[in-house]
């Protein structure tokens, strides 16, 4: 597998000049910076199914139970099968991307609140985007809007680092000892997340079954509650517990401190890039080796990077 992620992308987003008018939406945030940490793959459906620049605009319609992509001005025109048939393709295509970034409201691409029958609030999906996700179920998707948000971004790379870290154990073959220390490297992540579900995953991860359907029971909740948003509260909670592991190396002093430290972020007045920071101070001088697996704490470095941590 490539040392550098793959991230499936519209084309236009950045800045190929393939939508149905010639033009593009170029976005900044995935030009300046995402694109230098990861292997952009772009993939613009209308074009892929034969379709022109500029070309006559395409839009969902509900017909029945289901929704068509077809022409605006041509009704007759209709491409939901040919963009449903392109997706299956590039499913197996893009078989090693981490993540994809769709273009929001495409009536190929939008992940959500599409436009159907000219009505923005009906909230359909792109006809591409959704049969390439029943392809690949697990694969985290954020479209251009969620990345303009700071905790939806968060979120999404979040998941995009720890399915690679899968990807990674799926291509060397899932053991049993394997899946227990994948799971106990993401237990305060998952914490974070939803702690129910991390001691769910638990459960999963320690059943004796068929390691195949274990695997795949486990990656499909995994990402699940990963893609839960977290919440100051959580993210406290899991703070707290790590501080646990200090309990008996840290006097008075430096434990008010971290205590301070996590009720200012639980306030929001200061980043909980910052309390991490003196975690890692503190185990740095008391090491626990529990505590240095812990992806929640000890991101890799693009990773750290990228989501400020």
């Known amino acids: 597998m490539s040392t550098r992620i793959r991230l499936g992308i519209s084309s236009c987003l950045l800045g190929e000049k393939v939508r149905y008018d010639g033009g593009h939406k170029r ?10 940490y990861f292997e952009l793959v772009p993939v613009c459906p209308e074009v892929g199914i034969g379709l ?7 839009w969902l ?32 295509g893009l078989g090693d991307v981490s993540g994809y970034i769709f273009k929001r409201r495409s009536p190929s691409c939008g992940l959500r609140d599409v436009a159907v029958d000219g009505d923005e609030d009906s909230g359909g999906r792109g006809i591409y985007a959704d049969a390439f996700l029943n392809a690949h179920g697990d694969l985290p998707a954020a479209d251009e809007a ?47 997340h939803a702690p129910r579900a991390a001691t769910e995953l638990g459960r999963i991860a320690a059943d004796i079954g068929r390691i195949e359907d274990i695997a795949n029971a486990y990656v499909t909740r995994f990402m699940q509650t990963l893609a839960q948003r977290t919440t100051p509260a959580r993210h406290e909670n899991a703070l707290l517990h790590m501080m646990g592991y200090l309990k008996k190396q840290i006097d008075r002093a430096d434990k008010a401190e971290m205590l301070n430290a996590i009720k200012r ?30 992806t929640y704490l000890y991101p890799g470095t693009e990773e750290k990077t990228l989501r400020r941590l």
């Open 146 to 192: 969620e990345l303009a948000d700071p905790a939806a971004r968060d979120n999404f790379l979040e998941r995009v680092f720890a399915y690679r870290r899968w990807q990674d154990l799926a291509a060397a073959g899932v053991t049993r000892a394997g899946l227990t220390q994948f799971h106990a490297m993401h237990k305060l992540a998952l914490m974070a």
């Open 52 to 58: 022109g620049v500029p070309r006559a605009p395409i």
């Open 265 to 294: 972020y639980r306030v929001g007045k200061v980043p909980r890039a910052a309390v991490l920071k003196l975690l890692r101070r503190r185990f740095k001088r008391h090491p626990d080796a529990y505590i240095l697996r812990q």
């Open 61 to 92: 319609v509900r017909r029945g139970a289901t929704l068509r992509a077809v022409g605006v001005d041509d009704p007759a025109l209709d491409v939901t099968d040919a963009l449903a048939a392109y997706a299956q393709t590039m499913a197996r």
């Open 27 to 36: 976005d900044g945030y995935i030009m300046r910076t995402l694109a230098r």
